[in-house]
Protein backbone atom coordinates (compact mmCIF):
# COMPACT_ATOMS: atom_id res chain seq x y z
CA UNK A 1 0.00 0.00 0.00
CA UNK A 2 1.24 3.28 -1.10
CA UNK A 3 -0.54 7.09 -1.00
CA UNK A 4 -0.47 6.80 -4.56
CA UNK A 5 -2.42 3.33 -4.63
CA UNK A 6 -4.64 3.57 -1.59
CA UNK A 7 -4.80 7.57 -0.78
CA UNK A 8 -8.38 9.16 -0.71
CA UNK A 9 -7.81 12.98 -0.05
CA UNK A 10 -10.51 14.84 1.65
CA UNK A 11 -9.05 18.71 0.58
CA UNK A 12 -9.39 21.42 2.56
CA UNK A 13 -9.20 25.17 2.49
CA UNK A 14 -8.23 25.93 5.91
CA UNK A 15 -9.02 29.42 6.43
CA UNK A 16 -11.89 29.88 4.55
CA UNK A 17 -13.23 26.45 6.05
CA UNK A 18 -12.18 27.73 9.85
CA UNK A 19 -13.74 30.81 9.16
CA UNK A 20 -10.69 32.89 8.98
CA UNK A 21 -10.28 36.62 7.94
CA UNK A 22 -8.59 36.58 4.69
CA UNK A 23 -8.34 40.55 4.07
CA UNK A 24 -7.01 43.93 6.06
CA UNK A 25 -4.53 42.46 8.12
CA UNK A 26 -2.49 45.85 9.83
CA UNK A 27 0.85 45.87 8.02
CA UNK A 28 2.30 46.85 11.26
CA UNK A 29 1.72 43.39 13.34
CA UNK A 30 0.77 40.06 12.99
CA UNK A 31 -2.24 39.19 13.75
CA UNK A 32 -3.45 38.03 17.32
CA UNK A 33 -3.32 33.56 17.67
CA UNK A 34 -6.66 32.21 17.04
CA UNK A 35 -6.92 28.79 18.06
CA UNK A 36 -9.13 27.65 14.75
CA UNK A 37 -7.39 24.27 14.58
CA UNK A 38 -9.19 22.32 16.96
CA UNK A 39 -12.45 23.00 15.05
CA UNK A 40 -11.28 21.06 11.79
CA UNK A 41 -10.58 18.15 14.44
CA UNK A 42 -14.32 17.90 14.99
CA UNK A 43 -13.97 17.04 10.92
CA UNK A 44 -11.83 14.38 10.84
CA UNK A 45 -14.53 11.27 12.46
CA UNK A 46 -16.50 13.27 9.35
CA UNK A 47 -13.45 12.39 6.87
CA UNK A 48 -12.77 8.70 7.76
CA UNK A 49 -16.42 8.16 7.36
CA UNK A 50 -16.90 9.38 4.03
CA UNK A 51 -14.23 6.50 3.52
CA UNK A 52 -10.71 8.88 3.25
CA UNK A 53 -7.50 7.78 4.02
CA UNK A 54 -5.49 11.43 3.88
CA UNK A 55 -6.79 15.32 4.56
CA UNK A 56 -5.00 17.64 2.12
CA UNK A 57 -4.64 21.32 3.76
CA UNK A 58 -4.48 24.72 1.58
CA UNK A 59 -1.91 27.07 2.70
CA UNK A 60 -1.56 26.95 6.83
CA UNK A 61 1.57 29.29 6.97
CA UNK A 62 2.24 32.61 8.16
CA UNK A 63 0.56 34.93 5.24
CA UNK A 64 -0.81 38.60 4.51
CA UNK A 65 -4.28 37.28 3.62
CA UNK A 66 -5.27 34.07 1.40
CA UNK A 67 -2.16 31.65 2.08
CA UNK A 68 -0.54 31.82 -0.79
CA UNK A 69 1.51 34.87 -0.27
CA UNK A 70 3.71 33.54 2.53
CA UNK A 71 5.83 35.65 4.96
CA UNK A 72 7.36 32.63 7.07
CA UNK A 73 7.33 29.15 6.27
CA UNK A 74 8.17 27.96 9.40
CA UNK A 75 5.20 29.37 11.44
CA UNK A 76 1.82 28.37 11.72
CA UNK A 77 -0.95 31.42 10.10
CA UNK A 78 -1.61 33.11 13.92
CA UNK A 79 -5.47 33.44 12.06
CA UNK A 80 -5.11 29.73 12.35
CA UNK A 81 -3.69 28.84 15.70
CA UNK A 82 0.45 28.09 16.90
CA UNK A 83 2.40 25.02 16.99
CA UNK A 84 0.98 23.35 19.66
CA UNK A 85 -2.34 23.63 17.53
CA UNK A 86 -0.77 21.56 14.45
CA UNK A 87 0.93 19.00 16.97
CA UNK A 88 -2.47 18.27 18.38
CA UNK A 89 -3.94 18.16 14.63
CA UNK A 90 -1.10 15.49 13.94
CA UNK A 91 -1.01 13.66 16.60
CA UNK A 92 -4.89 13.75 15.93
CA UNK A 93 -4.81 12.22 12.40
CA UNK A 94 -2.09 9.78 13.16
CA UNK A 95 -4.32 8.55 15.96
CA UNK A 96 -7.18 8.07 13.45
CA UNK A 97 -4.57 6.64 10.65
CA UNK A 98 -5.16 9.52 8.60
CA UNK A 99 -2.39 10.93 6.64
CA UNK A 100 -1.72 14.33 6.16
CA UNK A 101 -0.11 16.47 3.32
CA UNK A 102 0.55 20.18 3.20
CA UNK A 103 0.29 22.87 0.97
CA UNK A 104 3.47 24.62 0.06
CA UNK A 105 4.16 27.52 -1.65
CA UNK A 106 7.52 27.49 -3.03
CA UNK A 107 7.46 29.72 -6.14
CA UNK A 108 6.80 33.12 -4.74
CA UNK A 109 6.08 35.07 -1.68
CA UNK A 110 4.58 38.03 -0.14
CA UNK A 111 6.07 41.27 -1.43
CA UNK A 112 6.58 41.88 2.31
CA UNK A 113 8.16 38.97 3.07
CA UNK A 114 10.75 40.03 5.16
CA UNK A 115 13.89 38.46 3.54
CA UNK A 116 12.61 39.56 0.20
CA UNK A 117 15.40 41.02 -1.53
CA UNK A 118 17.53 38.36 -0.19
CA UNK A 119 15.43 35.20 -1.99
CA UNK A 120 13.45 36.87 -5.14
CA UNK A 121 14.55 36.72 -8.92
CA UNK A 122 11.71 38.85 -10.02
CA UNK A 123 10.09 41.77 -7.71
CA UNK A 124 7.63 43.02 -10.53
CA UNK A 125 5.33 40.71 -9.55
CA UNK A 126 4.13 37.20 -10.05
CA UNK A 127 2.00 36.52 -12.96
CA UNK A 128 0.69 40.29 -12.62
CA UNK A 129 0.29 39.90 -8.73
CA UNK A 130 2.16 43.05 -7.56
CA UNK A 131 1.55 41.66 -4.00
CA UNK A 132 3.77 38.19 -5.16
CA UNK A 133 7.29 38.50 -5.82
CA UNK A 134 8.95 35.15 -7.36
CA UNK A 135 11.60 33.23 -5.69
CA UNK A 136 15.52 32.53 -7.23
CA UNK A 137 15.16 29.06 -8.03
CA UNK A 138 18.96 29.13 -9.41
CA UNK A 139 20.04 30.15 -5.79
CA UNK A 140 21.38 27.66 -3.76
CA UNK A 141 20.03 30.05 -0.87
CA UNK A 142 16.26 29.05 -2.08
CA UNK A 143 17.11 25.26 -3.01
CA UNK A 144 18.26 24.68 0.75
CA UNK A 145 15.73 26.77 2.60
CA UNK A 146 12.98 24.87 0.72
CA UNK A 147 14.28 21.79 1.37
CA UNK A 148 14.32 22.73 5.11
CA UNK A 149 11.13 23.69 5.45
CA UNK A 150 9.84 20.30 3.44
CA UNK A 151 12.12 18.62 6.28
CA UNK A 152 11.02 20.86 9.04
CA UNK A 153 6.93 19.91 8.93
CA UNK A 154 8.13 16.08 7.51
CA UNK A 155 9.64 15.44 11.00
CA UNK A 156 6.20 17.08 12.45
CA UNK A 157 4.64 14.39 11.20
CA UNK A 158 2.90 15.09 7.84
CA UNK A 159 3.00 12.87 4.79
CA UNK A 160 3.88 14.72 1.74
CA UNK A 161 3.61 18.40 -0.22
CA UNK A 162 1.80 19.62 -2.72
CA UNK A 163 3.24 22.28 -4.51
CA UNK A 164 1.44 25.17 -5.49
CA UNK A 165 2.10 26.33 -9.37
CA UNK A 166 5.02 23.73 -10.08
CA UNK A 167 4.17 24.65 -13.50
CA UNK A 168 6.12 27.68 -12.77
CA UNK A 169 9.00 26.80 -11.53
CA UNK A 170 12.40 24.45 -13.45
CA UNK A 171 11.95 21.08 -13.08
CA UNK A 172 15.17 20.72 -12.23
CA UNK A 173 14.74 22.54 -8.97
CA UNK A 174 11.94 20.04 -8.13
CA UNK A 175 14.31 17.43 -9.13
CA UNK A 176 17.30 18.54 -6.56
CA UNK A 177 15.36 19.63 -3.65
CA UNK A 178 13.01 16.00 -3.17
CA UNK A 179 16.31 14.10 -3.96
CA UNK A 180 17.36 16.18 -0.88
CA UNK A 181 14.13 15.19 1.07
CA UNK A 182 13.84 11.50 0.03
CA UNK A 183 17.30 10.58 1.52
CA UNK A 184 15.47 11.55 5.05
CA UNK A 185 12.07 10.12 3.87
CA UNK A 186 11.77 8.35 0.96
CA UNK A 187 8.39 7.32 1.24
CA UNK A 188 7.46 11.42 1.14
CA UNK A 189 4.51 12.29 -1.56
CA UNK A 190 5.14 15.35 -3.94
CA UNK A 191 2.31 16.33 -5.93
CA UNK A 192 2.79 19.14 -8.07
CA UNK A 193 0.23 21.44 -9.47
CA UNK A 194 0.34 21.53 -13.45
CA UNK A 195 -2.75 23.28 -15.24
CA UNK A 196 -1.44 21.92 -18.84
CA UNK A 197 1.49 20.92 -20.76
CA UNK A 198 3.38 17.58 -21.40
CA UNK A 199 1.99 16.24 -17.95
CA UNK A 200 4.57 12.89 -18.32
CA UNK A 201 7.14 14.70 -19.48
CA UNK A 202 6.99 16.95 -16.36
CA UNK A 203 7.10 13.56 -14.33
CA UNK A 204 10.16 12.31 -15.95
CA UNK A 205 12.05 15.97 -15.74
CA UNK A 206 10.94 16.65 -12.40
CA UNK A 207 10.95 13.43 -10.47
CA UNK A 208 7.33 14.01 -8.91
CA UNK A 209 5.21 11.81 -7.76
CA UNK A 210 2.42 13.08 -9.34
CA UNK A 211 0.74 15.97 -10.71
CA UNK A 212 -3.04 18.09 -10.94
CA UNK A 213 -4.95 16.24 -13.77
CA UNK A 214 -6.58 19.26 -14.92
CA UNK A 215 -7.31 17.40 -18.68
CA UNK A 216 -9.76 14.95 -16.68
CA UNK A 217 -11.60 17.58 -14.32
CA UNK A 218 -12.19 19.88 -17.51
CA UNK A 219 -13.99 16.53 -19.56
CA UNK A 220 -15.93 15.46 -16.96
CA UNK A 221 -17.53 18.54 -16.15
CA UNK A 222 -17.84 19.75 -20.08
CA UNK A 223 -18.99 16.13 -20.91
CA UNK A 224 -21.40 16.64 -18.72
CA UNK A 225 -22.62 20.06 -19.03
CA UNK A 226 -22.54 20.09 -22.78
CA UNK A 227 -23.91 16.71 -23.23
CA UNK A 228 -20.98 15.47 -25.09
CA UNK A 229 -19.23 12.53 -24.05
CA UNK A 230 -16.93 12.47 -26.86
CA UNK A 231 -14.71 15.24 -24.96
CA UNK A 232 -14.47 12.56 -21.94
CA UNK A 233 -13.85 9.87 -24.36
CA UNK A 234 -10.51 11.52 -25.95
CA UNK A 235 -8.96 12.75 -22.97
CA UNK A 236 -9.66 8.66 -21.09
CA UNK A 237 -7.55 8.12 -24.29
CA UNK A 238 -4.98 10.52 -23.07
CA UNK A 239 -5.50 9.63 -19.20
CA UNK A 240 -4.25 5.88 -20.21
CA UNK A 241 -1.17 7.19 -21.94
CA UNK A 242 -0.56 9.14 -18.99
CA UNK A 243 -0.84 5.92 -16.75
CA UNK A 244 1.95 4.10 -18.58
CA UNK A 245 4.17 6.98 -16.84
CA UNK A 246 2.02 8.06 -13.49
CA UNK A 247 -0.86 8.01 -11.36
CA UNK A 248 -2.12 11.06 -11.78
CA UNK A 249 -3.85 13.25 -8.93
CA UNK A 250 -8.10 13.16 -9.84
CA UNK A 251 -10.74 15.89 -8.75
CA UNK A 252 -13.89 17.13 -9.68
CA UNK A 253 -13.67 20.15 -7.25
CA UNK A 254 -10.60 22.38 -5.95
CA UNK A 255 -10.05 25.61 -4.05
CA UNK A 256 -9.32 27.46 -7.20
CA UNK A 257 -12.77 25.97 -9.17
CA UNK A 258 -16.49 26.67 -9.76
CA UNK A 259 -18.14 23.76 -7.27
CA UNK A 260 -19.18 20.77 -9.58
CA UNK A 261 -22.69 21.18 -8.15
CA UNK A 262 -22.91 24.74 -9.35
CA UNK A 263 -21.36 24.17 -12.70
CA UNK A 264 -23.33 20.81 -13.97
CA UNK A 265 -26.08 20.63 -11.11
CA UNK A 266 -26.90 18.41 -8.40
CA UNK A 267 -28.22 15.47 -10.89
CA UNK A 268 -24.90 15.62 -12.99
CA UNK A 269 -22.76 16.36 -10.17
CA UNK A 270 -23.62 12.89 -8.66
CA UNK A 271 -22.62 11.43 -12.25
CA UNK A 272 -19.57 12.91 -12.18
CA UNK A 273 -18.81 11.61 -8.63
CA UNK A 274 -19.32 8.00 -9.88
CA UNK A 275 -16.96 8.42 -12.89
CA UNK A 276 -14.29 10.44 -10.61
CA UNK A 277 -14.47 7.09 -8.41
CA UNK A 278 -14.03 4.38 -11.37
CA UNK A 279 -11.52 6.02 -12.53
CA UNK A 280 -7.78 5.18 -11.98
CA UNK A 281 -5.56 7.89 -10.54
CA UNK A 282 -5.35 9.44 -6.63
CA UNK A 283 -8.73 11.20 -6.17
CA UNK A 284 -9.42 14.28 -4.18
CA UNK A 285 -12.69 15.30 -2.31
CA UNK A 286 -13.26 19.24 -2.04
CA UNK A 287 -14.62 19.80 1.23
CA UNK A 288 -18.26 20.51 0.62
CA UNK A 289 -18.49 18.97 -2.42
CA UNK A 290 -20.08 15.31 -1.02
CA UNK A 291 -22.82 17.83 0.26
CA UNK A 292 -23.61 19.39 -2.40
CA UNK A 293 -22.27 22.95 -1.63
CA UNK A 294 -22.46 25.67 -4.33
CA UNK A 295 -20.40 28.09 -5.33
CA UNK A 296 -18.62 29.90 -8.54
CA UNK A 297 -15.42 31.20 -8.91
CA UNK A 298 -15.56 34.90 -9.80
CA UNK A 299 -13.09 37.51 -11.41
CA UNK A 300 -13.03 39.86 -8.91
CA UNK A 301 -11.73 41.20 -5.73
CA UNK A 302 -13.52 38.52 -3.72
CA UNK A 303 -12.97 35.86 -6.72
CA UNK A 304 -12.64 32.79 -4.49
CA UNK A 305 -15.08 33.60 -1.48
CA UNK A 306 -17.98 31.06 -2.69
CA UNK A 307 -15.85 28.11 -3.61
CA UNK A 308 -14.14 28.88 -0.05
CA UNK A 309 -17.10 28.75 2.60
CA UNK A 310 -17.16 28.50 5.97
CA UNK A 311 -17.98 24.42 7.36
CA UNK A 312 -20.38 24.67 10.46
CA UNK A 313 -18.68 24.18 14.27
CA UNK A 314 -19.08 20.53 13.78
CA UNK A 315 -20.94 17.85 11.09
CA UNK A 316 -23.78 17.49 12.94
CA UNK A 317 -24.87 21.20 12.02
CA UNK A 318 -24.73 20.43 8.50
CA UNK A 319 -27.98 20.86 6.42
CA UNK A 320 -29.96 17.70 5.80
CA UNK A 321 -30.52 18.20 2.57
CA UNK A 322 -26.70 17.09 1.39
CA UNK A 323 -27.25 13.95 3.16
CA UNK A 324 -28.47 11.99 -0.07
CA UNK A 325 -25.20 13.50 -1.88
CA UNK A 326 -22.58 12.02 1.23
CA UNK A 327 -24.17 8.97 1.28
CA UNK A 328 -23.76 8.41 -2.87
CA UNK A 329 -19.92 9.11 -2.09
CA UNK A 330 -19.85 6.79 0.70
CA UNK A 331 -21.13 4.19 -1.81
CA UNK A 332 -18.48 5.01 -4.22
CA UNK A 333 -15.79 5.41 -1.82
CA UNK A 334 -16.27 2.13 -0.46
CA UNK A 335 -16.65 0.21 -4.36
CA UNK A 336 -13.39 2.05 -5.22
CA UNK A 337 -11.78 0.36 -1.88
CA UNK A 338 -12.67 -3.07 -2.33
CA UNK A 339 -11.40 -2.79 -6.11
CA UNK A 340 -7.97 -1.39 -5.18
CA UNK A 341 -6.79 -1.73 -8.50
CA UNK A 342 -8.74 1.15 -9.77
CA UNK A 343 -5.50 3.33 -9.11
CA UNK A 344 -3.40 2.13 -11.90
CA UNK A 345 -6.20 0.24 -13.90
CA UNK A 346 -6.73 0.73 -17.55
CA UNK A 347 -9.85 2.46 -19.13
CA UNK A 348 -11.23 1.19 -22.21
CA UNK A 349 -14.62 3.52 -23.68
CA UNK A 350 -16.44 0.65 -25.53
CA UNK A 351 -19.40 2.97 -26.46
CA UNK A 352 -20.27 6.46 -26.32
CA UNK A 353 -22.80 8.84 -28.02
CA UNK A 354 -23.50 12.72 -26.74
CA UNK A 355 -25.90 11.24 -24.09
CA UNK A 356 -24.07 8.33 -22.83
CA UNK A 357 -20.72 6.81 -22.44
CA UNK A 358 -19.50 2.93 -21.38
CA UNK A 359 -16.05 2.11 -20.12
CA UNK A 360 -14.08 -0.41 -18.86
CA UNK A 361 -11.37 -0.56 -16.15
CA UNK A 362 -9.44 -3.94 -15.63
CA UNK A 363 -5.92 -4.58 -13.79
CA UNK A 364 -2.56 -2.88 -15.33
CA UNK A 365 -1.25 -6.19 -14.59
CA UNK A 366 -3.50 -8.42 -16.58
CA UNK A 367 -4.83 -10.07 -13.57
CA UNK A 368 -8.82 -11.01 -13.72
CA UNK A 369 -11.28 -8.87 -12.54
CA UNK A 370 -12.71 -5.72 -13.64
CA UNK A 371 -15.71 -2.96 -14.05
CA UNK A 372 -18.14 -2.04 -16.82
CA UNK A 373 -19.61 1.53 -16.03
CA UNK A 374 -22.20 3.28 -17.95
CA UNK A 375 -23.16 6.58 -17.60
CA UNK A 376 -26.37 8.37 -19.30
CA UNK A 377 -27.74 11.46 -19.51
CA UNK A 378 -31.46 10.66 -21.17
CA UNK A 379 -33.86 9.96 -20.46
CA UNK A 380 -32.48 11.12 -17.08
CA UNK A 381 -29.07 11.31 -15.47
CA UNK A 382 -28.26 7.86 -14.30
CA UNK A 383 -25.14 5.39 -13.44
CA UNK A 384 -24.47 1.77 -13.45
CA UNK A 385 -21.53 -0.65 -12.41
CA UNK A 386 -21.24 -3.85 -13.04
CA UNK A 387 -18.86 -6.48 -12.94
CA UNK A 388 -17.56 -6.74 -16.44
CA UNK A 389 -18.08 -10.74 -17.13
CA UNK A 390 -19.93 -11.53 -20.11
CA UNK A 391 -21.28 -8.54 -20.64
CA UNK A 392 -22.92 -7.47 -24.33
CA UNK A 393 -21.62 -4.94 -26.80
CA UNK A 394 -22.12 -1.02 -25.72
CA UNK A 395 -25.83 -0.07 -26.87
CA UNK A 396 -27.95 3.51 -26.72
CA UNK A 397 -30.69 1.42 -24.94
CA UNK A 398 -31.37 1.42 -21.32
CA UNK A 399 -29.92 -1.12 -19.26
CA UNK A 400 -31.76 -2.90 -16.86
CA UNK A 401 -31.11 -1.74 -13.22
CA UNK A 402 -31.45 -4.93 -11.63
CA UNK A 403 -28.09 -5.66 -13.61
CA UNK A 404 -25.91 -3.35 -11.58
CA UNK A 405 -24.44 -5.75 -9.15
CA UNK A 406 -22.42 -3.03 -7.70
CA UNK A 407 -23.75 0.08 -7.89
CA UNK A 408 -26.99 1.75 -9.36
CA UNK A 409 -28.05 5.80 -8.85
CA UNK A 410 -30.89 7.30 -10.99
CA UNK A 411 -32.08 11.31 -10.63
CA UNK A 412 -35.26 12.25 -10.83
Partial sequence: MTLLTDGIWWHVYPLGALGAPIRNRPAEAAPEVTHRFAHLEAWLDYAIELGCSGILLGPIFDSISHGYDTLDHFRIDPRLGDDADFDHF????????????????????????????????????????SELVTLDHSSETIRALVTDVMLHWLRRGIAGWRLDVAYSVPTDFWRDVTQRVRSEFP?????????????????????????????????????LKEANFWELEWTLRRHNELLETFIPQTFIGNHDVTRIATEVGEEKAALAAAIL???????????????????????????????????????AELYPHGQWMYRLYQELIGL???????????????????????????????????????????????????????LPEATAAPWDAARASLFHWAGA
Fill in 90 to 129: VSACQQRGLSLMLDGVFNHVAATHPRADELVSDSSGWEGH
Fill in 187 to 223: RALFLGEVIHGDYAGFIRESTLDTLTQYELWKAIWSS
Fill in 277 to 315: FTLPGMPSVYYGDEQGFRGRKLESYHADDEIRTPLPASP
Fill in 336 to 390: RRRHHWLANGRVEVVGKDNLWIEYTIHPSDGTSGGLRVRVQLDPRPEVWIVDDVD
